[in-house]
Structures are given as C-alpha cells and as structure tokens.
C-alpha cells in the first residue's frame, strides 16, 4: 500500500509502514525560506489500511479537501484520514499559501473508501462542530442551498439575507440577528473567519460559514426537503 505526495511538480511516494513529514524542513521541503513556517508542519503515515495526516503546527489549522468535494478543517495536534482517492491539504503561513496533493493509487475515484476498524488513538477530532436548533438549521441550508446542489461541492453566489429571510417567513433583523449568533457560537469553538474583523466583509464571513458547515456535515442535501 502506498500514497503519492505531489508538492508542485514534485512526486514523493510513501509506502506502508513509513511515514513523511512536510514543512520548513522534513521530507517534503515546502518553503525553508518562509520564516513563519513551522519546520515540520504535517506528517502522513499509516494505520490498519487506512492513510492519515497529524497536524504537527502549534497554531495553524490544515485545510482537507477530497475528490469528492468535502472540505474539513484539522485544527493542531488532531489527526484526519485521507481515505478519498486524492485530494489536496491546505495551508498557510504568513504571506505564503500552499497546497500538497495526495493520490491513492489504484482507488476508484468516484467511491472513496470508508476508514473502518481505526484505533481510538488515531481517530478524526471533530472541529467547530455544534448542535443546531430548527431555526439556525433553516437558516444555514437556505444559505448552502446553491453549494449543496452543485457535486463539485464549490461555494458560489449566495442568495441576499433579504431573500432567504422573505423565503422563511422571517424579517430581515431577525435573519441578522441568527446570523450574527451562529457565527459567534462557531467562532467560540475556534472557526476563524466569521468574526467581524477589519477588513472582512459580511459577504466572506457567509461565504466561510457554509463552507464550514457543509465541509463538517452540519447539513447535507438529503434536508433540503425541509426548507420552504
């Protein structure tokens, strides 16, 4: 069993029972000249047939997306699997944004494997993942609509608070003022992006939120029945 590594045009192949390490420095190299970046940022290994990646950085968060579409974030120190076919890992630091791609030879690429049999000591940290009342869950599938429809699982244009609160029976206060509530929940348990900081605009902060809450499986399509 083996997994490719591919770091721009460079291909490192890993077999079973090893492990590789990327960062600063390791066996990936990514950015030894970038003095922000941790000198071992991830390593990948294996466990019971199944690939995964440990997120070695003290503070940054690894951005996961697989063939499939679905996106997850893995905060320090948690541990995720790479059980689709490929997929890219995410990251960055200072200035700098980086991408290291992943290939599972031999795996058909549209029926990724499930991950079974996984010991307690490697199994996925769930990350910014909260209960949902009736009303909060209106609301994030009104708004992830659009993304939940398209297989690519890409956020585009979403609909204007005015419209979905209209489409739920709300007035627009009462839409913002749910919003605002939900995106300060998530932003407690360490979601970034949904704050109101300077410079990000009302438009990012929804655009990050359905990306979280379709990329955790908050919501799926099989609930789109529910809305109005």
Known sequence: MTIHLV??????????????????TGDIVVDDA????HRTVGTVFDRDGV?????????????????TGRTSRLPPDAVGSLAEPTGVIGFEFGPGTYELGWVLPGR???LPPMAEGVPDAAETTTFGVIPLNEEQHLLVLALAESTLLDPSGAVGELPANASVAHRLGWSTKKLD?????????LASEG??????????EATDRRQRLVEHVVGTGMVNRTELDRLP
Not at 34 to 37: G, L, S, T
Not at 52 to 64: E, F
Not at 191 to 200: D, P, T, Y
């Open 191 to 200: 979601v970034r992006g949904l704050r109101g900081e300077k410079g990000f």
């Open 51 to 67: 690939w995964w990646i440990a997120n070695n950085a003290k503070h940054a968060v690894l951005t996961i997306t697989g063939s």
């Open 177 to 185: 003022r749910k919003l605002d509530y939900l995106c300060a929940r």
């Open 108 to 110: 058909d690429p549209l």
């Open 7 to 24: 770091f721009i045009d460079e291909l490192t192949e890993v077999s079973s029972g090893t492990t590789a390490t990327f960062g600063r």
């Open 34 to 37: 970038n003095p922000y970046m």
